[in-house]
């Protein structure tokens, strides 16, 4: 059985039916592939035994699937409502400006790439980002810059400040 398999497997045997786990094994086999490309779409839908229908509707319809390969950083900046409105758009040209690639591009370095997304359900703290796991929240123009600061210096020492975890917790 495959690594993935296994996962999977382990993973879908906590729901209730396995139509219920498409969702996180589609982040198992993210996690394991970088990205979740045609082939990986139909692994998960074979180790499933669902219609692979299933998991293309899902995985073409949730932002957090990435069907073409990230960089080491995935920022995903809100740009829905409560984030526009408190300048979200001024935090994206920042980011623009400072990693040098427009929105839905990868650095050449292949660090850092750049998204805009729909509401990450985090409005009482916006504008805020996601990068990898981590929410970045009441994010101002005038801190993108130490920010990114402090994720390539994470790159190149793994140390990270404190920050809100995407699930819920704190993390390192
Ligand atoms: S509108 Fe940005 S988190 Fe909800």
Known sequence: ???????IEETAGHFPS??????????LAQEQYGSITND??????????????????IANFYTMYNKEPVGKFHI????????????????VARLEE????????????GMFTLSAVECLGSCGTAPMMQVNKTYYEDLTVEGIDEILKELREKAGNGGERRRHDANGGDRD
């Open 76 to 91: 995903q900046v809100c740009t829905n409502l409560s984030c526009m409105l408190r300048e979200a758009d001024g935090i």
């Open 18 to 27: 396995r139509r219920s786990a498409i969702m996180p094994a589609l982040f």
């Open 40 to 57: 990986a779409m139909e692994e998960v839908a074979d180790i499933l035994g669902v219609p692979k229908v299933w998991i293309f509707e």
């Open 98 to 109: 400072q990693i040098g690639v427009k929105t839905g591009e990868t650095t050449a370095d």
């Open 1 to 7: 059985m495959s690594d993935l398999k296994a996962k």
